[in-house]
Structure formats: structure tokens, C-alpha cells
């Protein structure tokens, strides 16, 4: 042990007390300070600021996604073709948004006051794009001044999403002589200086990452480019958001590290290993955004964004695709349970509302979430541990249940391992474990591991939702949280098995939470045949194939259902004997089955992108001949109106700009689609394209543009008449 560690951890070392003071100061803790209370911890590395400690404690949030999109059936306007008078809402109600965010216990709403169109939600003075030229409220109406007011009527705080890139805005892209961006000094930080300045306190300000290409820059199509590093100057942004609103957090995924940032994917979940550490300049690759960076040198913890339909604006295609209860669990473990904070999107529909099929998800979420953490089973708990930091009250492990985050378990500064054990005095049942650090002084913990003490033995308890190859409890931060099969266990034991420097454990729960039925998956074959699978081995699962809702009366899956290569909806739910609970109904809708279907070129392409299954995919080599076409014989004539392609793996490769067509010959095409899959690269979900009936039986899809590597397809499939 060096000397200059005891002295930074005693009050006064007085060296002149010579060695027999110092060898009794040894055999006392190092961290006790003589004659008085144990030495608080010091910070160890970067730690939050206030700002980012309120934001944290804020967990679970509402994105509103609302605009032109919604009445044009985009996930990104093109900036001038959308007129603004297309934005016309039949019902809109604020409140509601605000009353459903309640409900589904968030704790504030996020609003694209303007997405990438440019089309601003307030009446901003610095474009003509905006709600003042729609038909909606004659032009007098203000979202963002509603939202505003409806917040502060149900207690919620308020974030805007303003999007650097403007697709409308005539100076975008543009510099002047002297290097600077009018479109940056005149426009965009207006629009901010407007939106901080006229609505009350704004707790976050979001600026997207998707910045530059084509748009119609002041009514002109054109590919504008820009370095997203440094166009819009963000230092001199910053300063100013900071000045008009000291107590706002910035989220930026564009080079410059703000206050929080990006997870790396738009599906919802971040890394099981997850540092709210990042180095405050330098790239950042997507695992470090996913895991953050054990040793950075600036707190940026991650926010995990994602939407609660595969869309982030409305499609009425998507009111049967709003995402079940198991998955926004899962959802909710793999963001708050990781260290995250929880930002989940409803896009608004045409009437101005959250629908009501969004809402129902939401609200079961809550219920859930409430019923799984209701009762902490470790508050009845003996608890003791291997290491304490001093002999009296204030760091002792006791602290861990006492429910206040300010207090914690530490143990002295020398040890960097121990354990802490609950003793429920007789067997008990429990699923669910969480701890929290005091991230006050810095995230610490690097890894730990949980056991249950089953009939005499003890059994390590494996987070069942971390893949086998990834290391399962790592850190912690503000909150994890590990599920795992129910065990019926006397003690449970927690490990800290690695730490930074001394663990500072704030809280810990262990919990019996209800299990949840998973719905079924549905795949149709190429031949037609319907495959149905339970997300569990013990569940009964019934079906119908015309569209009805699926009870115990109905047919009861036995194994593959022929569908005769007709326009099916299957419908399909688990049901478990035991507790006669049934799941929600899984709903797949099909079009034409694909039986008589070739692929026709290219040659080496393989069948998997007709074979129903939307794991498997093939990839088009990025080094073969162009075009980039991939064209399907369909047996026999059809009345085609639209096409589906579901991309692949977004790092395989995904197409990101494309023209469709059909001929009846495969001499003659007829060009019946074309444009962009709209944020394809961060949202690689299935793509719809809809365009008026044409006759013919070969189909062929041309990749324009890619999003670099090779060419991905999961799925291509027709919309028949
Ligand atoms: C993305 C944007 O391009 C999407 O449209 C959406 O706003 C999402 C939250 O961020 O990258």
C-alpha cells in the first residue's frame, strides 16, 4: 500500500507522528478518518451533471412524430412537393397526447416541431413552410404552444426535436464567402431561439443525425451535401441553447459530442455492458455507441429511441403492427434495465390523435411494468455484506433498501470485490433482480454476477436476455435490471466481481413478476403452407385464416396449414392451460403466395428472398455488373398495384434509393415506382410502395443507390388488386 493513498484517504496524515501512529492507522480502515466518521468515496472518472441527473431520473418519455409526412404517407418529406396545405388535421387534440403519455406513466413528450421537410409545427417567422400556410385553425394555430400547455397541465416536461437538415429550405447546404452557413446563422438557430424562448422551460433538444442529400431546396431539386461536423458550428449552437434554457440536455448525433447520445439503432435496446462514458471528441463507431467506452473521458449516457409501430410517422398500414406487450417489455429491460432511458414514439395519425390501438399497448406497458416491480421482496430481507466502508450507519448495506438514492453500500477504498447476501428466512420465489450505482461519483462497477442459494446449493442466475456470447452482468449505472426463470431460493447473492474503484450500490430489488404470453409468430412458405410457432414450448395455440379474432373455439394449430396460394389474414394466439390466460393475436396479412415464383436474374441470387421468412436474406455482391437489378417471373399474368421489399441486415447492405417495374414480356418494362425507403439505414423494417394497377407477370427491382456495402434482401413480395 502507498503512503500517498492512505493520506488521500485520512484527514491529515501528520507524517512527523511517526511509524507506530501510522502501522495503527493501517490496522483501522484506510477509509475511516481518525477519531470521526469514514471518509466519504471520491468521484472516480467523469460524472453527470445536474442537468444529466435530472434527465436519468425522468427514465421513460414520449416521441411525438407528427408533420406533413402524416397526411402524405412519408417517413421523410422532400421539402417542397408536400404542400403545406396538405397539413390538415380533422381532430387534433394536445391534450390527449398529453392525458395518453400520463396514463402510459412517462414523464415527458418530445415533438418534431420540425422534421427534415422543413415543415414547422409553430408559426415561425423564418419560412412560409409551416402550419400558418396549412388549412388547419385558418392558419392561427400553434402545436408546439398547445403541447406546451397540455404538458404543464398533466405535469409532464416538454423536449422539441428540431431537425438540422431542412429538404425545403433555400440557403441549406449553402455557404457564404467568408465560409459560414446562412442557413445556420439565419434559420436554424432562429427556429431554436423561437422554440427555447416562447415556451416555458424544454427539457431536451434533439438534433437527428440524418443530415444532407437530395431535397428541393427552395423549390429546386438538388443533392445538397454537407460535413455534419462542422456546418452548423454547434459550439457557438450549443452556447446559445445553453444561455436561453441553463437547464435543457442536448442529444446530437453529429460528430460533436453533446449531453447525451444515440444507442447506435432505432429497434430499441442498447448494450448489456453499457458506460454512460464516451471520449469528448474522435469518432464514435456503433459499438461504442451501443456500449459506450469503459474509460472515455466525458459522461454521455445513451438514450435508447425507437417507435412503438415499424414507422415513425403514421400509416394506417401499420394500425395492426403496433408492437405487443412482450416486445415493449422487453423493450423497457433492454433500455431502462441497461442504464438507458426509455424515449418511445407514437406517431400521430391523420385525425391529430395517438391511436387508440397505440394508447392500449402503452397503457398495458405501464400496467405491466407496475405489476412486475410492485412488491421488492429484499425489503423483508436480512442483509449483510463482506465488506463495509467504516463500522457506523452511513455506508452500510442497509442502505440498499432504504429506498432513498442519495444513500449507499460502499465498501472501504481497498476493495474492489465483495458480496452482499439477502437472507429471506425461508424459500421464496423471485425472477427479477436490480441494482443501482450512486452515479453521483461516477460509474464504477465493471462486472458482477447473481446466485440464489436453491435447496443448499448455489446457482448463478444468467441474464436471459443477453445472447450466450456476449459477457452478462457487467456494469450497472443508474439502474439494471436482470431477468431470469423463476427460482424458489432462501438467500440471493450479489457479487461485484470488478469495479472501477470501491462499488457505491444505491438501491437493489428483487421481484416475482407475473410472466407474460408471448403472441405467436406466423410465416407462410413459398408453397403457401402457414407455419405457425409458440414463443414458448408449453402453450396451446389456436388460429383462424379469415380475419377473425382467434379464441379457444377456433382451430387449434396440429402443425402446417395448406392456404391454397390464395390472399390470406392469419390470425393466431397462444393460449396456456394452466392459468387459462390467452396471448394477444398475432395478425399476418398475405397477398398471392409465391408458389409458382422464380427469380430470374441474377443467376446466383438464392430463393430465401421469396421463401416468407424475413431471418434469411441474400446479398448481392456490391463488386457485381450493374444494374443492380434483381427481376422475378410471377408464373402467370397478375393485377399488380404495389410491392413490398424487406431489406436485410442494415450492416450487409440495404437499398436506399430505387425504380420498380413490370412487363408482361420481359422485353417491354414499364416504370411504375420509383424514389427513396426513407431512413432505411436506421429503421431496416419492411418497405410498402403502392402505385396504380398494372397488368403483367415479371417484376424487376432496381437498386439506384445502396447504403454502401452490398445489396440486402430478407423480402420481396406484390400487392395484388
Ligand atoms: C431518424 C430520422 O431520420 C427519423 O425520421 C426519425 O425522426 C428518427 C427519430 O430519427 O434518424
Known amino acids: 500500500m502507498k503512503v500517498s493513498s492512505i493520506k488521500e484517504n485520512t484527514i491529515k496524515s501528520d507524517y512527523s507522528m511517526g511509524k507506530v501512529i501510522l502501522s495503527a492507522l493501517l490496522a483501522v480502515s484506510f477509509t475511516t478518518a481518525i477519531f470521526g466518521q469514514p471518509m466519504a468515496p471520491k468521484a472516480v472518472g467523469p460524472v453527470p451533471t445536474e442537468n444529466q441527473l435530472r434527465w436519468q431520473k425522468m427514465e421513460y418519455y414520449a416521441f411525438i412524430h407528427f408533420s406533413t409526412n402524416t397526411f402524405t404517407n412519408q417517413e421523410w418529406g422532400y421539402g417542397a412537393p408536400e404542400d403545406a396545405k396538405l397539413f390538415n388535421p380533422t381532430n387534433l387534440d394536445c391534450e390527449q397526447w398529453a392525458r395518453v403519455c400520463k396514463e402510459s406513466g412517462m414523464t415527458g413528450i418530445i415533438l418534431t416541431a420540425k422534421h427534415h421537410s422543413g415543415f414547422c409545427l409553430w408559426p415561425t417567422e423564418t419560412t412560409a413552410y409551416s402550419i400558418k400556410n396549412s388549412p388547419w385553425k385558418n392558419g392561427k394555430g400553434d402545436i408546439v404552444g398547445d403541447l406546451a400547455k397540455a404538458c404543464r397541465k398533466y405535469g409532464l416536461k416538454l423536449g422539441i426535436y428540431i431537425s438540422p437538415w431542412d429538404r425545403n429550405n433555400p440557403s441549406y447546404g449553402l455557404l457564404d464567402a467568408d465560409g459560414s452557413a446562412p442557413y445556420v446563422k439565419n ?3 432562429k427556429q431554436i431561439e423561437e422554440c427555447l424562448t416562447k415556451y416555458g422551460d424544454i427539457f431536451e433538444i434533439w438534433f437527428d443525425g440524418a443530415n444532407g442529400g437530395d431535397g428541393y431546396y427552395g423549390g ?16 457557438n449552437t450549443y452556447s446559445m441553447i445553453r444561455k436561453l434554457q441553463p437547464k435543457i440536455v442536448i442529444w446530437n448525433d453529429n460528430g460533436d459530442r453533446a449531453d447525451l447520445r444515440w444507442v447506435g439503432t432505432e429497434s430499441g435496446y442498447v448494450g ?13 463507431p456503433e459499438d461504442m455507441l451501443r456500449y459506450g467506452v469503459e474509460n472515455g473521458n466525458a459522461w454521455v449516457p445513451g438514450e435508447v429511441n425507437t417507435s412503438i409501430r415499424p414507422g415513425w410517422f403514421y400509416h394506417e398500414s401499420e394500425d395492426k403492427r403496433v408492437k405487443n406487450l412482450p416486445k415493449l417489455m422487453e423493450t423497457y429491460y433492454k433500455s431502462i434495465g441497461r442504464n438507458g432511458t426509455f424515449l418511445l414514439n407514437f406517431p400521430i395519425d391523420k385525425r391529430g390523435l395517438i391511436h387508440e390501438n397505440d394508447h392500449k399497448e402503452a397503457v398495458g406497458l405501464a400496467n405491466a411494468v407496475k405489476e412486475a ?26 442502505n440498499v433498501l432504504d429506498g432513498n438514492t442519495e444513500s449507499y453500500w460502499s465498501t472501504d477504498d481497498q476493495t474492489k470485490s465483495a458480496s452482499l447476501t439477502l437472507d429471506f428466512g425461508k424459500p421464496t420465489s423471485f425472477n427479477r433482480f436490480t441494482a443501482e450505482e450512486y452515479i453521483r461519483l461516477g460509474q464504477r462497477v465493471k462486472a458482477f454476477k447473481i446466485e440464489a442459494l436453491v435447496d443448499g446449493q448455489w446457482k448463478e442466475l444468467k441474464d436471459q436476455l443477453v445472447s450466450p456470447d456476449r459477457p452478462g ?15 424458489k431460493a432462501t438467500h440471493l447473492r450479489f457479487t461485484i466481481t470488478d469495479s472501477k474503484a470501491s462499488p457505491l450500490i444505491s438501491g437493489i430489488g428483487v421481484y416475482n413478476a407475473p410472466q407474460i404470453l408471448v403472441p405467436p409468430t406466423i410465416v407462410r412458405d413459398k408453397s403457401g403452407t402457414v407455419h405457425i410457432t409458440a414463443g414458448d414450448r408449453e402453450s396451446e395455440l389456436y388460429y383462424t385464416i379469415d380475419g377473425s ?12 396449414v395448406d392456404t391454397d396460394g390464395n390472399k390470406v389474414t392469419v390470425r393466431a394466439m397462444a393460449y396456456d392451460v394452466a392459468s387459462k390466460k390467452s396471448s394477444d393475436a398475432t395478425e399476418e396479412i398475405y397477398d398471392i403466395a409465391r408458389k409458382d415464383w422464380k427469380i430470374v436474374s441474377p443467376g446466383n441470387a438464392k430463393s430465401v428472398i421469396i421463401d416468407g421468412d424475413v431471418n434469411t436474406s441474400w446479398y448481392r455482391d456490391k463488386d457485381a455488373p450493374s444494374p443492380d437489378d434483381l427481376v422475378i417471373d410471377l408464373g402467370k399474368m397478375q393485377s399488380l398495384t404495389g410491392f413490398r421489399y424487406f431489406p436485410g441486415d442494415r450492416s450487409g447492405g440495404v437499398i436506399t434509393h430505387y425504380e420498380f417495374y413490370v412487363s408482361k414480356d420481359q422485353d417491354n418494362w414499364t416504370m411504375v415506382s420509383s424514389g427513396e425507403f426513407s431512413n432505411i439505414i436506421n429503421n431496416p423494417f419492411l418497405q410498402i410502395k403502392n402505385f396504380d394497377q398494372t397488368e403483367g407477370r415479371y417484376i424487376k427491382l432496381r437498386a439506384l443507390k445502396t447504403s454502401g456495402g452490398n445489396t440486402g434482401y430478407a423480402e420481396l413480395d406484390v400487392v395484388t388488386k
Open 220 to 235: 429546386i431539386n438538388a443533392n445538397r451535401m454537407i460535413d455534419r461536423k462542422t456546418y452548423y458550428d454547434w459550439k
Open 187 to 189: 434559420i436554424f438557430r
Open 272 to 284: 448489456e455492458t453499457n458506460w454512460s462514458l464516451l471520449n469528448a471528441t474522435g469518432d464514435v
Open 473 to 487: 452482468t457487467t456494469t450497472i449505472g443508474y439502474r439494471r435490471i436482470i431477468t431470469f426463470p423463476t427460482v
Open 549 to 560: 379474432q382467434p379464441t379457444t373455439s377456433s382451430k387449434k394449430y396440429a402443425g402446417p
Open 373 to 398: 416491480f410492485a412488491v421488492n421482496l429484499a425489503e423483508k430481507a436480512k442483509v449483510s455484506a463482506t465488506n463495509s466502508r467504516g463500522k457506523d450507519k452511513k455506508f452500510a448495506p442497509e
